[in-house]
């Protein structure tokens, strides 16, 4: 596509339900981030995908976080049991070429109640 | 680890007025820095990359340098117009890899 598109843009759940967020990268881009951003605060780093290397978990926050990548193309950033705390805006780039510049979409708005 | 500083965390000027906003970075072993614009429940939008090599780049009223040895870059805002509101992030890609570390942004409020 032209540009990154993350889905659902609005996500309500109930606190302990799980939760799937989907990003769909620049077509040909080989590199694949997740960040969130809570209310009023920067970036956190949550995890990258690059090609077929093994992914960099490292800024996942806790075991109810995982994410994959399938076919190197779509990410999905699956929250098991959510938790009040994990309400944010979770943005998704991707990059595609040696000079690394980052593409974000519109980010997936997470609301746990 | 990297850890990236932006100050100040908000600014506000009036119309036609220059600005800087700045950026430090605490490893200098970095592949690329690039600046963002992000407008309220917007995503972020890339403004300048410098790569490791280069020194400064330049896009219309917007400069952008870097200075890896002090671990700072700097964002110059030429004519500010109510239209530059938003907060600017800095973020930081280290050599060796490709994490992208994120500065919590300045906010910028430029008054008519």
């Known amino acids: 596509g032209a540009g990154v598109s993350q889905s659902p843009s609005n996500k309500v759940t109930e606190k302990g339900k799980d939760v799937e967020l989907r990003c769909d990268p620049i077509s040909g881009h080989t590199a694949l981030y997740w960040y969130r951003q809570s209310l009023g605060q920067g970036l956190e780093f949550l995890i990258y995908?690059?090609?077929?290397?093994?992914?960099?978990k490292s800024g996942l926050p806790s075991d109810r976080f995982s994410a994959e990548r399938t076919g190197g193309s779509v990410s999905t950033l699956t929250i098991q049991r959510t938790q009040q705390e994990d309400s944010a805006v979770y943005l998704c780039?991707?990059?595609?070429?040696?000079?690394?510049?980052?593409?974000f979409g519109e980010g997936s708005r997470l609301t746990v109640l | 680890k990297q850890e990236v500083t932006q100050i100040p965390a908000a600014l506000s000027v009036p119309e036609g007025e220059n600005l800087v906003l700045n950026c430090s970075f605490t490893d200098s072993a970095i592949y690329n820095l690039q600046w963002f614009r992000q407008d309220p429940g917007k995503g972020l939008t890339s403004l300048l990359l410098i790569q490791s090599s280069q020194r400064e780049q330049t896009s219309g009223r917007l400069n952008a340098s870097l200075d890896k040895s002090s671990g700072r870059s700097t964002l110059y805002i030429a004519a500010s117009q109510p239209g530059d509101s938003a907060t600017y992030l800095c973020a930081v890609r280290s050599t060796g890899g490709f994490k992208t570390i994120f500065g919590a942004g300045t906010r910028l409020f430029v008054k008519a």
């Open positions: 780039a991707s990059s595609g070429d040696l000079i690394g510049e980052l593409f």
């Open positions: 995908f690059q090609g077929n290397s093994a992914p960099d």
